[in-house]
C-alpha cells in the first residue's frame, strides 16, 4: 500500500514536472499591483496577574503598517487569538484573505528580565517560515519589538527592516532673537526623542559614526563654526576641527576612521578635505575656484560625491578616492542637483532638486544616469537613506514649519513624522544598530 | 453560300446546251416530208402477163419497196429520234439528277460543312467557354482558397487575438495580487510554471529558473495561490492545463 501511494505520488509529481507537450500558456508579470501585504499579528500571549508590561503585537502592527508595505487585519477582526505556529489554522486566516500571521508570547524570566518567542506562519503554504525568541529587559521591550518588526519585514520581503534604527535632527525653537538649537536623537517612527547637545548658536550637520555610536555635527557655539564628535552613550563631545574659515558637512568614511570635510582654510577656497581622526592629518581631496562641498561617501569607500558649482549651478560630482583621480560631474537633469547621499548599495545617489520651480528630492540612478523626483513639497531638503534603502527621510514645510518625512524609495509610501515642537530639519537616519 | 452559287454555274449552261441539241434533233424528225400514202394492188388474174403490166407492176412494187423504206427509214429515224430523245432526256435526267445528287451533295456538303462549322465553331466556343470557365473557375478557386487562407489566418489571428486576451485576463489576475518585494536587481526574472484544473484552480506549482530569494518566490507563490481560481478562457478550446508565468519586474 505505502509503494503503491509512492507511485502515485511519482505519477503526480511527473504531471507537475513533465515538460509540456505542446505551447504553453506563458504569462508576463511585469507589475505589482498589489498594495499591501496582508498580514495578521495576533496579540502576544501573556501569562500574568497584572497587565502585560508592553504590547507588542502592537508595536509590531504599527510598525509594518507605517513602512507601508503591509496591511494588517484590525484587532477587531481577528477570528481566533493563537500564541504559536500550531495553533494557527492557515486555512481559516486564508478565507479572511491573511497572507502571513505572526503569533508569540511574553514571558517574564524574573522581576527584570522578559523574554519574546515568536513565529511567523504563510497561511498560503500552512509552513512556519520564522520562529524566534529574544530576550529583553523592560526598558527594551520597545526595542525588541522593532526587531520583531524587523526581522518579520525581511522575511517577507527579503529586505532586513529598519524598525529599530534611530533618526538625528535640529530642532530650532523660540522666536528669531531668541533662538535656541537642539540635536535631538529618537527612534526610527519619532519617539523617545533625547537632546544630544543644544546650543543658542546654529548646529548643523549631524552625521552618524559608522557603528552608530556616535554622531558629527557643526557648532556655532564658540562664536565660529566647528566640528564635534559626540558621543551618544556618554555624551562625550570631541572638537575635531575648527580651523579658520568654514568647518562644513562631516562625512564619515565607512570604515570610521576618517572624516571627509568641507573647509575654505585662509584663502577662502572652499574645497573638500580628508581628516584622519586619529592622527589630525589632514589631506586636500579637491583644489578648484568653485564651492565644493557636501561630501559623501559611495559604501566601498573608493569614492566621494559631493556638490560643486564649477560649472556654474549647483552639481554633482564624483572624485575617486585614489591619487591622481579627477571630478566627474553625474548629475545632468536640470539646474539644481545639491547634497548628495548615496544609497547603501552605492547603485543610486539622493539629492535636492529643483522640479517645477520647487526644491525636491530626487533619486539618481547611477548606472542609466536617470533621475527620479520622489517627493512633492516646496522646499523639501536634507534627504537621508534609511540603511536597507526602502526609504528617505529628508526635511519639509508643512504650514511654513519645518517637520520631518520618509518617502519609499520607490515613491509608493509616503508619511509625516510628527515633531514635538518647533521646527525640525537635517535629518540623518543611523546605520543598523548593535 | 456565295460559294455554292458559284460552284453551280457551270452546271447551268450544260443544262441549256443539251436543251438545244435536244429541240435540233426533235424538229429535224418532224420537219421531214410525209411520202404518199401506197396504192392498194389487184390481184394477178393472168397468167401471161403483159410485159408493160408486169413493168408497171415492177415499178409499182419498186415505188411500193422504196416507199416501205422510206417508211421504214422515217420510223427507224422516229425511232432513233425518240431513243436520242429519251437518251437526251435520260441524260438529261441523269445530268438533272446528277446536278441535284451535286447539288445536294453539295447542299449536303455545305449543310454539314455548316454543321461542322457550327460544330466546330461550337466547339470552340465550348471549348473557349469551358476555358473561360476553367479560368473563372481557377480564378474563383484560387479567390476561395485566397479567402478561405484569409478566413483562415482570420480565424488564426482571432484565435491569437482571443489567447492574447487570455494571456492578458490572467496577468492582471496575477499582478493585482502581486506584492513585488523591494529592493530587486534589475533584470530580475522569474518563472513559474502553473498547473491548473478546468475552472482556473490552481493545482500546484513548481519554479522554474528563478533569480530572486527566497522573499521574491514566497510573493509569487502567494499571488498565484492568491489568483486562483484562474480567470477563464474567452473559448474553452484556448484552456491550458499548464501555465507559465515569467514574473520579470518592471520599474
Known amino acids: ?434 | 453560300m456565295h460559294t455554292a452559287a458559284t460552284a453551280a454555274a457551270p452546271y447551268g449552261w450544260s443544262l441549256g446546251l443539251h436543251a438545244l441539241l435536244a429541240a435540233a434533233l426533235l424538229a429535224s424528225g418532224l420537219l421531214r416530208p410525209q411520202a404518199p400514202a401506197p396504192q392498194p394492188v389487184p390481184p394477178i388474174a393472168a397468167a401471161i402477163v403483159d410485159q408493160s403490166i408486169l413493168q408497171a407492176v415492177a415499178e409499182l412494187r419498186a415505188a411500193e419497196r422504196r416507199r416501205a423504206a422510206a417508211e421504214r427509214g422515217r420510223q427507224a429515224a422516229q425511232r432513233a429520234a425518240e431513243r436520242a430523245a429519251a437518251q437526251a432526256e435520260a441524260r438529261h435526267e441523269a445530268q438533272r439528277k446528277a446536278v441535284q445528287a451535286e447539288a445536294r451533295r453539295k447542299a449536303e456538303l455545305a449543310a454539314q460543312q455548316q454543321v461542322e462549322r457550327q460544330a466546330r465553331l461550337r466547339a470552340a466556343e465550348e471549348s473557349r467557354r469551358s476555358a473561360a470557365e476553367a479560368r473563372q473557375r481557377a480564378e474563383r478557386e484560387a479567390e476561395l482558397q485566397a479567402r478561405l487562407a484569409n478566413e483562415g489566418q482570420r480565424t488564426d489571428a482571432a484565435a491569437s487575438s482571443l489567447r492574447t486576451q487570455y494571456v492578458a485576463a490572467i496577468q492582471a489576475h496575477v499582478e493585482q495580487r502581486w506584492f513585488r518585494p523591494p529592493g530587486l536587481a534589475a533584470g530580475t526574472s522569474c518563472t513559474v510554471h502553473v498547473l491548473q484544473i478546468p475552472g482556473g484552480e490552481v493545482a500546484g506549482l513548481r519554479f522554474g529558473d528563478c533569480g530572486g530569494g527566497e522573499a521574491l518566490r514566497r510573493s509569487i507563490e502567494s499571488a498565484v495561490r492568491n489568483a486562483s481560481p484562474l480567470p477563464a478562457p474567452p473559448e474553452p478550446a484556448l484552456f491550458e492545463r499548464e501555465v507559465r508565468l515569467v514574473f520579470t519586474p518592471e520599474d
Open chain 1, 1 to 434: 500500500m505505502e509503494r503503491i501511494r509512492r507511485v502515485v505520488v511519482a505519477l503526480a509529481a511527473l504531471v507537475v514536472v513533465a515538460p509540456p507537450a505542446h505551447a504553453e500558456l506563458t504569462v508576463q508579470i511585469l507589475r505589482g499591483m498589489a498594495e499591501a501585504v496582508p498580514v495578521a499579528i495576533v496579540p502576544f500571549g501573556w501569562e500574568g496577574s497584572e497587565p502585560a508590561p508592553w504590547d507588542v503585537a502592537a508595536t509590531v502592527q504599527a510598525d509594518l503598517e507605517r513602512s507601508g508595505r503591509f496591511r494588517a487585519l484590525p484587532r477587531a477582526d481577528l477570528l481566533e487569538l493563537p500564541h504559536e505556529a500550531g495553533q494557527v489554522d492557515a486555512a481559516a486566516w486564508r478565507l479572511l484573505q491573511v497572507d502571513y500571521v505572526v503569533v508569540g508570547r511574553l514571558l517574564r524570566v524574573d522581576s527584570a528580565r522578559y523574554e519574546l518567542r515568536y513565529e511567523l506562519v504563510h497561511t498560503v503554504t500552512g509552513e512556519r517560515i520564522l520562529g524566534l525568541a529574544l530576550p529583553a529587559d523592560r526598558a527594551a521591550l520597545k526595542l525588541a519589538s522593532h526587531r520583531i518588526s524587523d526581522a518579520v519585514y525581511e522575511r517577507i520581503l527579503g529586505v532586513r527592516g529598519a524598525f529599530a534604527t534611530r533618526i538625528a535632527y535640529v530642532a530650532v525653537d523660540g522666536p528669531a532673537a531668541a533662538r535656541s538649537f537642539r540635536l535631538i536623537v529618537a527612534d526610527a517612527d519619532g519617539a523617545n526623542e533625547r537632546v544630544v547637545f543644544s546650543s543658542p548658536e546654529p548646529v548643523m550637520s549631524p552625521a552618524w559614526s559608522p557603528d552608530g555610536r556616535a554622531l558629527a555635527y557643526v557648532s556655532f557655539h564658540g562664536g565660529t563654526p566647528a566640528i564635534y564628535v559626540q558621543t551618544l552613550r556618554t555624551g562625550e563631545q570631541i572638537r575635531v576641527s575648527a580651523r579658520s574659515g568654514i568647518n562644513g558637512a562631516p562625512a564619515w568614511s565607512p570604515d570610521g576612521s576618517q572624516l571627509a570635510l568641507t573647509l575654505s582654510r585662509r584663502d577662502g577656497n572652499v574645497d573638500i578635505w580628508l581628516l584622519t581622526l586619529a592622527t589630525q592629518e589632514l589631506r586636500r581631496l579637491t583644489d578648484d575656484p568653485a564651492i565644493d562641498t557636501e561630501p559623501a561617501w559611495s559604501p566601498n569607500a573608493q569614492a566621494l560625491y559631493f556638490t560643486s558649482d564649477r560649472a556654474g549651478g549647483p552639481q554633482v560630482y564624483r572624485l575617486g578616492i585614489g591619487a591622481g583621480e579627477r571630478p566627474r560631474r553625474v548629475t545632468f537633469e536640470g539646474r539644481y542637483n545639491a547634497r548628495p547621499r548615496v544609497s547603501p548599495d552605492g547603485r543610486e545617489l539622493a539629492v535636492v532638486t529643483i522640479d517645477r520651480d520647487a526644491f525636491r528630492i530626487a533619486v539618481v540612478d547611477l548606472q542609466r544616469g536617470t533621475q527620479r523626483v520622489l517627493s512633492n513639497g516646496r522646499l523639501d531638503e536634507s534627504p537621508s537613506y534609511a540603511p536597507n534603502g526602502a526609504s528617505l527621510i529628508y526635511a519639509t514645510r508643512d504650514g511654513g514649519r519645518g517637520v520631518l518625512a520618509t518617502v519609499s524609495t520607490d515613491g509608493r509610501v509616503q508619511q509625516r513624522l510628527a515633531a514635538s515642537a518647533g521646527a525640525v530639519r537635517e535629518p540623518a537616519w543611523s546605520p543598523y544598530l548593535p
